[in-house]
C-alpha cells in the first residue's frame, strides 16, 4: 500500500462514520508532513447544516491545529470530489494538494462538471490527484443510495 492510499484508507474510515448516521458517506483527512492533522466526515443532516460537508469540518479542525486559515504545506485526502462550495474553500484555503478517491460527474468541481481547483485567473492553485482507491469510494457511495432507494420504496409501501 502506497502513501496516497493509506490516507485514503482513513479518509473512508470517516466516510463510513457519516453513512452510520444515514448521511452521505463521504470523509476526508488533512495531511500536514506525515501526520493528520484533521479529519472530517459528511453531517449535513445531523447538523441540520448546509456547511457541514467532509472537507469543511476538516479545513475547520486543521485551521484550529495550526492556528491559521492557511493550509499551506497540507494535502486532502477525500473520498468523493469536492462541490463547488468545497473546491473554493479548498482553493481559499492554500493547501497544496488534494487526492481522490472517485469522482461526481453530476457535482464535482475539480474536473468533472468544472475544475475549480487548477483554474487559471485564481490567485492559488490546488494539485489534483484522481483515483485513489477509486472501486472502494465508488461502491460505498453506490451501495448507500441503493439502500436510502429500497428504504424510500419501503417506507412508500408501508403510507399506502
Known amino acids: 500500500m502506497n ?11 470517516q466516510a463510513k462514520k457519516a ?39 476538516a479545513i475547520r479542525k486543521a485551521s484550529r491545529k495550526l492556528g491559521d486559515w492557511r493550509l499551506e504545506g497540507c494535502t486532502m485526502y477525500v473520498t468523493l470530489e469536492p462541490c463547488q462550495m468545497c473546491a473554493g474553500a479548498l482553493v481559499q484555503s492554500r493547501i497544496d494538494r488534494v487526492v481522490i478517491g ?3 460527474k453530476k457535482a464535482g468541481c475539480a474536473g468533472s462538471v468544472l475544475n475549480l481547483l487548477e483554474m487559471d485567473g485564481f490567485n492559488h492553485k490546488v494539485e489534483v490527484v484522481r483515483g485513489v482507491l477509486e472501486e472502494e469510494c465508488s461502491s460505498m457511495l453506490s451501495a448507500f443510495f ?4 429500497k428504504e424510500k420504496k ?7
Not at 419501503?154 to 399506502?160: A, C, D, M, P, S
Open 146 to 149: 441503493k439502500e436510502l432507494r
Open 102 to 104: 472517485c469522482m461526481n
Open 19 to 57: 453513512y452510520a448516521l444515514k448521511e452521505v458517506p463521504i470523509g476526508c483527512v488533512i495531511v500536514q508532513g506525515e501526520k493528520i492533522i484533521a479529519r472530517g466526515y459528511n453531517r449535513r443532516n445531523t447538523d441540520k447544516n448546509t456547511l457541514s460537508h467532509a472537507e469543511l469540518n
Open 3 to 13: 502513501e496516497a492510499e493509506k490516507y485514503m484508507k482513513e479518509a473512508i474510515r
Open 154 to 160: 419501503e417506507n412508500k409501501k408501508i403510507r399506502g
